[in-house]
């Protein structure tokens, strides 16, 4: 079984829950990097942080943050490729995933018009997914599409979702259990009924009482402290281990971040195996 790794935005790197290190999701902190990047980085670097996923050098040259990313020791393991490159430019997809040194290539959004994503998005994207990710498979890259909700729409017996699912030939998936429960689906469900396609994940709970939507839209400050929302964090954690997920990236968007994410810490370090 692949060795498993929590990515958390701001955590101890040195702590371990399941024997799995403990790390974050950069966006996270995309409000403090717009101020501040050596001081932000310092501060990831300041609670143990090792391995991070990003992509975003937020307005610092691309060599000089790489310096200051192997300065404090932090590792990129992942980061974000655009829609419309994944269409139109792999190559340049490419080349920023082997500057980084990465092993994974994730995208979080299917471009459409407005709230009216339907079978043709989704016929497209697929198309557009397996075709980069067998380029990106010829250079030793993972590519994964991390869902946002509209993909839950129904589709014949299934979703929309279900139909990429299963023509997925050239890349897996990413799932951020937050958005796949605001879109209406169930996080375990989908981990039981796809057990091969999710490489990576994002944990970030839902307050509780929201009701969601296929949107793909929701209040930032509807995030929550890890196991304090609607979202079963201990049993999602606990399947992700047992289907070697080799990556699960922890994820706080909202104007708490700051409080919050120690209590997450604490939440995930006192998980038990």
Known sequence: ??????ILVFSF??????GQEIGLQLYSLRNQFKTDVPGTLDLIQSWGITNIEGGDSYGVPLAKFKTMLKDRNLKMRSIQGAYKDLKNDVEKVIKNAKDYDVKYVMC?????????????????????FNTAGKR???????????????????????????????????????????WVQHGGANPMVLLNK??????????????QGLVGDDSGLSDDDTNVTLGKGQIDMDGLIRKARELGIEYMF???????????????????KSLKE
């Open 108 to 128: 979080a959004w299917i471009d459409h018009d407005g709230n009216t994503f339907d079978f043709g998005n989704a016929k497209e994207a697929t198309t557009v």
């Open 13 to 18: 790197a040195c702590s371990t829950v399941y």
């Open 1 to 6: 079984m692949k060795k498993l790794v929590v």
């Open 136 to 178: 990106l498979q010829e250079e030793g890259i993972t590519l994964v599409y991390h869902a946002h909700g509209y993909e839950f729409r129904n589709y014949e017996e299934g979703s929309l979702f279900d139909y990429m699912a299963k023509n997925a030939k050239y890349f897996g998936f990413e799932m951020d259990v937050y």
């Open 250 to 268: 922890i994820e706080d968007e909202s104007s708490r971040v700051v409080a919050q994410v120690p209590q997450s810490i604490a939440f995930v």
């Open 194 to 207: 796809y057990p091969d396609k999710f490489k990576l994940m994002h944990l970030k709970d839902m307050e």
